[in-house]
């Protein structure tokens, strides 16, 4: 009877071991649990403060200047009560800007965000766009350069909160020489905001794009000179079909593109398209025959 004790002496060191291996990888467990709770937290203490940063500015100019309004107004001249008011409605809709950028980032993650496609002139657009970012008597502009009859359809929202991204991110951290060009590129159209700034580190040029709270550090991130633009630009051309990504300019600055998928119209008109457009995220751009493509 020997063996039989042996074998269960065996038995209960293999049980023992196996409990404790058992006990280990739920410690180990555990211990992952609480590093991605902490994590967790890092990351919404993180996106809290840079949300407050990025808010808190537009809020300040407006309150200023509503303030200096309000208390003597009736002293001022009349062009500088016109520029103050034309400060806090910019700021205003700066405000809205940023907000609508926060709110985009769950529907996104989840996938809920729903997109209405319509059909739209690129280059009227651009020039909205330009006129909101870079506003006459500012200390920057943008030259904008794409040919008549490029016509997109797509959610007009959603594009055109991509290239305000792109040309809000060229105004903050780019030259004093920013251009918006746009051409035919094999089977896609392509955007490129391009400034003589300092552009970007090699280091950088991934994470710029990476989620927001992997890209800024709270309140200490304006040395990093990103915020939420450049991400949320990313993830909305993908969606539509498209793509944004950076290039080095030469020989000094930035080059960020915007590409959709290309289609080229046989017959230039308004009564060409369908009238109803399919109820699909992904975004098509139309050229007219004329307008050649890109060595």
């Known amino acids: 009877m020997d063996w039989l004790f042996l074998a269960m002496a065996v038995i209960g ?13 739920g410690r180990s467990r555990e211990r992952e649990v609480m590093r991605l709770s902490e994590e967790a937290h890092r990351i919404k203490d993180e996106f809290v403060a840079m949300v407050s940063h990025e808010l808190r500015t537009p809020l300040t100019s407006i309150a200023g200047f509503a303030d ?3 208390e003597s107004w ?5 062009d500088e009560v016109d520029e103050f008011l034309g400060i806090i409605s910019r700021q205003s809709v700066y405000l809205g800007d940023l ?29 909205d766009v330009s006129r909101m970012v870079f506003p006459t008597g500012g200390r920057k502009g943008a030259v904008v350069t794409v040919p008549d009859g490029v016509r997109v359809r797509a959610d007009r929202r959603r594009v055109q909160q991509v290239i305000r991204n792109l040309m809000e991110n ?18 896609q159209y392509l955007l490129v905001i391009s400034d003589n700034g300092p552009g970007v580190p090699d280091e950088e040029t991934q994470r710029v794009f990476e989620n927001f709270e992997q890209v800024s550090k709270g309140d200490s991130r304006e040395s990093t000179g990103f915020g939420l633009g450049l991400p949320i630009a990313r993830r909305l051309a993908r969606a539509m079909g498209g793509e944004v990504w950076y290039e080095r300019r030469f020989p000094t600055g930035a080059r960020f593109c915007f590409s959709l998928p290309l289609r080229r119209r046989t017959v ?18 139309e050229v007219s025959e004329h307008i050649v493509p890109a060595g």
């Open 13 to 25: 060191v293999i049980g023992v071991i196996w409990a404790l291996a058992i006990t280990r990888a």
């Open 68 to 70: 200096t309004l309000l």
């Open 74 to 78: 009736r002293d001022l001249p009349p």
């Open 99 to 127: 907000v609508e950028d926060v709110l985009v980032i769950p529907r996104l993650e989840s996938d809920r965000l729903r997109f209405h496609p319509e059909l739209f002139d690129l280059g009227d657009l651009l020039a």
């Open 170 to 187: 060229a105004r903050k951290y780019g030259g004093d020489q920013i251009m918006v060009e746009g051409f035919v590129l094999g089977d």
């Open 268 to 285: 230039v008109g308004e009564d060409d398209l369908p009238d109803q457009p399919e109820a699909d995220a992904t975004a098509e751009v």
